[in-house]
């Protein structure tokens, strides 16, 4: 499927894939890993391996879903009437007597609805009455305000899927079964690699006719968001020798990132290097801008990325391709980010051919639809206006541009997943 | 300004406080805590407690923004036109030559543009010439595709504020200006602890009167997703003394988070312990559904928080209030969850004087809207349905209900992150 996918589009003349296409090559050459065992305590945002099953019925019997008084709801059908109070039943108690004609029963939220009861009287429908007894005010619907045994969970029954993501929901549910231990898909094992000469290293002196290494930090802490830790391999030169060594420590990993450095001269050795060590390369540009020079191979079950040296073009590359390559390794199936329509509050320009990605802030608008605002400068090189951005802001393959006032579409950033402002259109 | 704030809302016959009251009473007494260093490789996620200054020009120096020649515009004018190449200058070298009238220097993107040379001209513009030389094809306009030194960063330019809040983008950036050792806001402590007779821990065994503490495990998770390792202090019973010992541990972190228990009687312990340990409590209700009965309290600068026992609720109120005080808490300006409109699917019935959440699940619509869907029973007993919801949509306080069709706000909860689908619309 993915030769087919692989092929060039008909609609990209310089013979680059669409990203459409490149994400279907990729995603048709990645599957989960293998599973492991590990404590509810570590399962947030991973994805479960295996289907959970209630391990109980929940509630374990008929409960109270009020404050109040369970009655026989004959007792009450011409009520105002008094009943003579029998017991005091809260949560976690087991009731000692069973209701008779006349009797009734304190009970609390939760608590364990008495034999022969069969309705609860809300405490604010009620009076204290004579010597023991409650006076009830209104008569109420039989069967009112209980909660039926199994109306949550039904014991044996499926209550998460394997595959389900887990969220703070989840683990709530797990614990609510009793799921102390659950077996999840293993995490990719993810490394980082620039190359270029002309890069000088974080703890590196400051030297002023190099560039800094921003590559590897900005991919670390996208792979970081995604809850792995990534193993940082350093800086190849261009020499073909010191990066075949670091290519090939790094096709250990089920996840290789290669950033290119600037300079062509780089990719050259990147290529033959990484066809020496047996990785089959599947395509080498994508139709999009930031970010045309991005290339995708394989080798067993490793997948290489190569990105641009340019750290935006860098970034975009791995929101639009490694992001949901590496959420489909860890058995996610939820891959893409959350997109959202936004109003342009100013025109952008496209060349057609390339689908593009801007970088934008957004804000609230009038309609209840998000302004959507350009952050910096779109030259690629701006960081400063991608560390700001929200989101990336759709432009078609086709377009020649959006015009101030239209709608598009914005994928949301970990930048964008908060706002300053609660709701204004409203009380939340 | 809180004792404002706190006061009942006048729309709220029932004495509670509405959210947006809530909110400004707990922000009110809510303020960043004290800082601390970290390296860069652990920053993600949290805020800059300094202001980060450029600490070089970038680029260095005037570089190319292509492969291609660096020329002087004045010898191209009248090209097509050959020149001899007196050099070849990759990024990361320090050109050796100054060009002269005539001559060029092959170059590479990112690489120095040498002293003499105002122009580059694109490899594509370009044909191999006779020994030594190469042929232009075509005038291109005097200074194109140099990118100026400093024209991404200027050496001593602020570029980063304190306040932001560090996302991927933002590490590179710190990258980029060496800052290996950043200055952030120290997280919270976050101690909870749930209370009532009836509770199971989650590694005790079965026992089929009982229920499962589901609280502190869908709250460890909802803390943990904002980055902060909780500490779990366990069950209280019904007991004030072993209570109190309990509560007494807990102020000792930022912030306690206690949930109720199902049962009145556990309430009626909390309050008076919390009293005689010294906490002054701020408000017991917010009209909000489900969740009312959500109260927050403050002991010196340690924050408080009672939530329902039932854990649907329980989470709904922490979304509320517990996730933007401990963002504030943490340093970061965005508090509140990103909110997008979505169209009802179906209706959803509301009783006016309260806003209610609705748990909904997100699905891509025709008009680029989400379409929301209910997640499960809206009873506040299903947690499962709340595992699966990727958001909650918001039925404002005034309102009788919504209809099937109706555009509503929802706020994006951690699963609601990620879809299903990449952009069916168009190519992304």
């Known amino acids: 499927m993915h030769e087919k996918t692989a092929k060039p589009s008909s609609a990209s003349p ?24 590990i404590a509810l305590e570590r399962a947030l945002g991973r994805v479960l391996a295996m289907d959970v099953r209630a391990n109980r019925d929940l509630p374990p019997r008929d409960i109270s879903a009020m404050d109040g008084y369970a009655v026989q709801a004959a007792d009450i059908a011409n009520a105002p009437t008094t009943l003579q109070i029998i017991d005091d039943i809260r949560a976690g108690d087991v009731p000692r007597v069973a209701l008779r004609h006349g009797q009734c029963a304190r009970i609390m939220t939760g608590a364990p609805v008495p034999d022969g009861a069969d309705t609860v009287v809300r405490v604010e429908d009620t009076r204290p009455g004579p010597d023991g007894a409650v006076d009830i005010l209104v008569p109420v619907q039989a069967a009112a305000d209980i909660r039926r045994r199994a109306e949550t969970l039904r014991q044996g029954d499926i209550v998460l899927r394997a595959g389900t993501g887990i969220a703070p929901g989840t683990v709530g549910v797990l614990a609510t079964v009793k799921q102390a231990t659950v077996t999840v898909y293993r995490q990719p094992r993810v490394a980082i690699l620039s190359s270029g000469n002309e890069l000088e290293a974080l703890r590196e002196p400051f030297d002023p006719a190099r560039i800094p ?17 990534p193993e940082i391999l350093g800086i190849a030169r261009d020499d073909p020798a ?11 990993y089920d996840l290789l990132l290669v950033s290119g450095g600037t300079s062509v001269g780089v990719h050259d050795h990147v290529r033959p290097t990484l066809a020496a060590l047996g990785v089959t390369m599947h395509f080498w540009r994508v139709e999009m801008r930031p970010g045309h020079p991005v290339a995708f191979g394989t080798s067993g079950k490793t997948l290489v990325f190569c990105l641009p040296g340019n750290p935006v073009s860098s970034m975009v590359c791995f929101e639009q391709f490694v992001l949901p390559a590496l959420r489909a390794l860890s058995g996610q199936r939820h891959l893409f980010r959350r997109t959202l329509p936004a109003r342009l509050s100013q025109a952008v320009k496209s060349r057609p051919g390339r689908i593009e ?23 690629s090189a701006d960081m400063p206006g991608m560390a700001r951005a929200d989101g990336l802001l759709i432009v078609p393959s086709a377009s020649k541009g959006l015009a101030a006032g239209d709608i598009a579409r914005v994928q949301l950033l970990e930048t964008g997943a908060y706002q300053a402002e609660a709701e204004p259109g409203d009380d939340a």
């Open 357 to 379: 990605f801007v970088r934008v802030t957004l804000a609230p608008g009038a309609s209840g639809i998000h302004e959507a605002r350009c952050a910096g400068s779109q030259s």
């Open 14 to 37: 310089s013979g680059g894939l669409s990203v459409r296409e490149a994400r279907a090559c990729i995603l048709g050459k990645t599957a989960p890993l293998g599973t492991e065992d």
């Open 213 to 229: 290494d921003t590559n590897t930090y900005a991919l670390m802490a996208q792979v970081q968001a995604q809850g792995v830790e």
């Open 242 to 252: 010191e990066l075949s060594g670091f290519l090939e420590r790094g096709l250990g």
